[in-house]
């Protein structure tokens, strides 16, 4: 029998162990606060941003949100980092990208101060990543290990295999799943855009995160039997809805549905773990600076 993994309900778990610890900041006189920038006119952009608002407000975490026009000069959007960063009542800044590409990414990043940066995309929060010594777990691969430990599936020993190599799931994922700490203890193939013969690799999986980007890329012939298959794909493509499009995953579910043991849906899989994660990050961030300690789920 295959599990499909119900996102929305393992993440309501963790939230709501996070809403405890939101009251006992609260106890304390303090609000974790989050900002979100937004400099995109892309429609999906602005309604992942809205949902983190609103799963923000939802927990008690204050929200800030900050929307600038799309051709907006770049030093607009450092000059408001550079604010945030002042601001005590802010505890996590997260910028929503992709940006446009007037906008280095880079220096964006960058710009966030490492202790804000919820995301964990600053250097200095990736390089402590590597080291073993995470401040901020990006919050998509973080909601992956947590979805993959709530449906019992260990990693340890285990071929993981990760197709997709971005900088905000692929490679901060292909991290985790190596260090030697809880979720990790795998042994770790890294597939993209490049990759020779990617049924062979993915055949040896017993984890597969699929993170490129590609509707439906993998399917069930190119995986093994039992394996473990977490979903990352939010694709829009054209259909005959109302939206006129549908959301599919970089997996075709139904036949990797038939092989594996446990698989994630689109929408309803990873989507919710992340936000889930991210406010994990921003109680995290206010538990840090105020010293107030919290029991993190
Ligand atoms: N765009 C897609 N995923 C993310 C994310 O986790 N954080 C930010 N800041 N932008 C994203």
Known sequence: MTRVLDGNAIGDRIREDLRGCVETLADADVRPGLATVL????????????????????????????????????????????????????HGILVQMPVPDHVDDRTVLERVA???????????????????????????????QKLLAAADVDTEGKDAVVVGRSDIVGKPM???????DEGGNATVTVCHSRTKDLSEKTRGADVLIAAAGVPEMIDGSMLS?????????????DADT??????????????????????????????PMTI??????????????????????
């Open 174 to 180: 292909a991290n985790l799943l190596i260090q030697k």
């Open 39 to 90: 400099i995109s006119e892309d429609p999906a952009s602005a309604t992942y941003v809205s949902m983190k608002q609103d799963a923000c407000e939802d927990l008690g975490i204050e929200s800030f949100h900050h929307e600038l026009d799309t051709d907006a000069p770049a030093q607009r959007l450092y000059d408001r980092i550079d604010e945030l960063n002042d601001d005590p009542s802010v």
């Open 225 to 237: 039997e039992g394996v473990a298959v977490v979903d990352v794909g939010v694709n829009r493509v």
């Open 276 to 297: 889930t994660m991210l406010l994990y990050n921003t109680v995290k961030a206010a538990s840090r600076r105020s010293g107030v300690e919290v029991d993190l789920p």
């Open 242 to 271: 109302e939206k006129g499009y549908e959301l599919v995953g970089d997996v075709e579910f139904e036949s990797a549905r038939e092989k594996a043991s446990v698989i994630t849906p689109v929408p309803g899989g990873v989507g």
């Open 114 to 144: 490492p202790e804000k940066d919820v995301d964990g995309f600053h250097p200095e929060n990736v390089g402590r990543l590597v080291a073993g010594n995470a401040r901020y777990k990006p919050a998509t691969p973080h909601g992956i």
